[in-house]
C-alpha cells in the first residue's frame, strides 16, 4: 500500500522533472512514510514518483518504481496482490525474483500474460486477486497504461496541465501540455503547470450524493479511473483510449443461468470456507495486522474468520459516541469478548471540535467528500495506526450479500406505487412532506427493537418517490442525499445521470435486487464507502484490506439465488448463518444502525460557530460556487430540526466549503 504520481510531458514544458516529481511525492508522504523514489526518462517525457508504506517485503528488493525482469515494463503500483505466491509458482523460474514483494510477481504476470492487446481482452489482469491501482509504462510500445481494480478499492487520478479541461472518455493530450497522474488529486498542485477550477456538474452530482461520482473530478482539468478500468496513452500521438476490463454484470449472468444448486447447509459452508481463504490470503503480510469491528454483521464475520486462523488474539479496533443513538461499542465488545479478541474502544465526544478540525483541515489532498462515517473512521484509523499497519474491514458485505433496506423495499415499493393512481400522489406526497422529520424520528427511537428510529427521514424519503414508477428512478431517490442541488447550484448544466436512474444500462432481465446491487456497486461502494475507507486509513498510514470483496468470493455470491441474500425480510440471510457457527445469535441480531455521528447535535453545539463562519453569505457570494440565499435556507431549516436528525444535507456543503478553504 502506497502513493504514486507522476507525468507525461509530451514538450518538455515541466522545466525542473525531478524537482517536480519530488514534489508530487512529498504531497502523498502520508500514504508512503516508509520510503521516496522519483525515475524520469526523457526520452519518453514519462516521470514517476512512489511513496511507499512496506507491508510485504521490507528490503530494498521492493522499493519502486520497478523494473520487471525482462527489462520492458516499469511500474508505480499501490495496493496488494494477494495471490503473489500463486503467480510465482505460474510465472517464475529459478532465480527469475530478487525479493518477495508482490509488485515482482505482478510485473512476472503482466511479462508473461501482457495487458490487453485491445482493452476488455484477456490479460494479466483477470489473474490478479487483489486491490490494486497502477501506472505502467511499456516500453517496447511506447505506452502508458493507468489501471483501477475490480472494484476500486485503491484510487486512480488524471488530469491535464494548463488548464485543459478533460472529457470523461477518451481525449488527445494536447501538443504543449503534460498528462498528470496520482493516487490523490493533491498531487496535480505540486505540478507547476496544473491549473484548478471547478466542474460545476460534477458540483451538482455532489451535492447529490455526497460524493463527486467517477469518472467525473471536482475539477474540470481532471479525472477518476472509474473501478475496473484501463486508460491506455499512446506515447508518441498523444491519444488516450479508455475502456473497461472488468464488470460485476458478467458474473450476474452467469449466476442466473447457472446458480448454486446445492442446499442452504451446502451454500452456507461454501460461504463460509470462501470467506476463510480469503481472510486467510489477506492476513498475509511482514507487519502486524488488526480489524475494524464496527458491531455490526460484516466486520464481525471477518473478524471471526480472522481469530479462528490466528494463534493469538486479533486487534480489533471499535469507535463509538457518547450519543446512545449511534453508539455500537458495546455490541462490539461482546463479539469481541466472545471471539476472544482484544477490543481497542476510541469514543468522540460531542464537544470534541478540535479532533474534528483537525480531521477537516485533512482533506486538502481529497475530492469533497460528505459521508459524515469520515469522522469516526478517521479517528479510529488514527488509533489503529498506533498499533498495527494493516487492518482487515468488512466492506462490501452489504452490496453482495443484500445489506441495504432499499433491497428489500424498494421493489415492492415499485410495484404498489405503479397501482396508486396518479392524482392521489400529489397529495400523499403532501402528507408525507407534513410529517415533523426531528420529532418522527425521536418517537421511533422510543420503539424498542423495531426499526422505527429514522421514521421521519424515512417519510419524507418516500414522499420524494411517491410520483415515481421505475425502479431505478426509486432506487437512486432512496439512495441519494439530497434533491437540493438544482437550488444550491444553479446552472450546472445537465445532471448525472444516474441521479434519475440508478439501474440505467444495468439489464432489466436480471432480477431487481441483483439490479439494485450492481448498481451499488458501481457506484455507491467505491465512490462513497471505499473513498472513504481509503482516505481515512491512508492519512495515517494505515492499509485497510477488504476480504469480501476478493473476486473468487464475489463470483460465488452472485451465484446465490436472492433468497439466499434476503429471506423473509432478513438481509444478508447467508452471511447470518455464516456468523451464527461462531457468534451467538442475540449479540448481533439487532436493526442496522450504521456507522454515523449525531451531526444535528453537533452543529446546534460545538460545531456551530465552525459552520456559521463556512456559510457566511458574503463568503459565498465572494466564491460564487454556491447560491447564498438557498444555502442559507438550508442551515436554517436543519437548525430548527425540519431537515431530519442526519443534518446531510446541509453536511454537503460544509464539507464542500471546508475542502475549499484547504485548497
Known sequence: ?????????????????????????????????????IAFDASTGVGLAFRRLSILDLSEMGAQPMRSACGRYEIVFNGEIYNHAELRARFGADGAFRGRSDTEALLAAISA?????????????????????????????????????????????????????????????????????????????????????????????????????SPMSIHREARTLAPGHALRLDLGTGEARIARWWSAEPLAHRGAREPFAGSDADAIDAVDAAIAESVGLRMVADVPVGAFLSGGIDSAVVLAAMQAQSSRPVVAFTVGTDDPDFDETGHAAAVARHLGAEHVVLRIASDDAARFGAMSAMRGWHEPFADSSQIPSMLVAREAAARVKVVLTGDGGDELFGGYYRYGHAPALAARLARLPPAMRPALARILRAIPRGAANAIGRSVPGLPFDRAGDRAHKLARVVGLDALGAIHATLARVSDDADRLVPGAGSEDPVASDALRGIDPSLDPVVRMMLADIGRYLPDDILTKVDGATMAFGLEAREPLLDPVLAELAFRLPPSMRIRGGERKWILRRVLERRVPRTLVDRPKTGFSVPLLRWLRGPLRGWAEDLLDPARLAREAHLDPAAVRRLWAETLAGRRGGEASEIWCVLMFESWLASN
Open 1 to 37: 500500500m502506497c502513493g504514486f504520481a507522476g507525468f507525461v510531458d509530451r514538450a518538455g514544458v515541466t522545466a525542473d522533472p525531478a524537482g517536480t516529481l519530488r514534489a508530487m511525492a512529498a504531497s502523498l508522504a502520508h500514504r508512503g512514510p516508509d520510503d521516496e523514489r
Open 113 to 213: 500474460l501482457g495487458m490487453p492487446a485491445a482493452i476488455g481482452m484477456p490479460s494479466a489482469l483477470d489473474a490478479l486477486r487483489g486491490m490494486f491501482a497502477f501506472a505502467l509504462v511499456d516500453r517496447s510500445e511506447r505506452a502508458l497504461w493507468l489501471v483501477r481494480d475490480r472494484f476500486g478499492v485503491k484510487p486512480c487520478r488524471y488530469a491535464l496541465s494548463h488548464g485543459h479541461a478533460l472529457a470523461d472518455g477518451d481525449f488527445t493530450v494536447p501538443a504543449g501540455a503534460a498528462l498528470l497522474f496520482a493516487s490523490e488529486p493533491g498531487a496535480f498542485r505540486a505540478h507547476p503547470s496544473f491549473r484548478a477550477s471547478i466542474d460545476r456538474r460534477a458540483l451538482h452530482a455532489y451535492m447529490s450524493f455526497g460524493c463527486v461520482p
